[in-house]
């Protein structure tokens, strides 16, 4: 199966499926696509949330985690 990105930096679809069964493979691989979207948008918003933290907050927390490149 091959997929293609949107133009508005959306999940990835099916642009082309032949055969016996597609329809399943289809609708799992748009779900799994949907679901990905939908995880990296609650990071996103839980970390813009954590973000607003007062400093006290955050020290606490140990966020955000300097990380680097060496580390990685």
């Known amino acids: 199966m091959k997929t293609q990105k949107t133009r508005a930096g959306g999940a990835d679809l099916a642009v082309l499926a032949r055969g016996n069964g597609f329809y399943y493979a289809i609708r799992r691989f748009v779900g ?16 813009e949330e954590l973000a607003h933290l007062p400093d006290y907050l955050k020290q606490d927390i140990g966020w955000p985690t300097p990380i680097k490149h060496e580390e990685r």
Do not use: P
């Open 32 to 47: 799994d696509a949907i679901e990905a979207r939908r995880r990296r948008a609650l990071a996103q918003h839980t970390a």
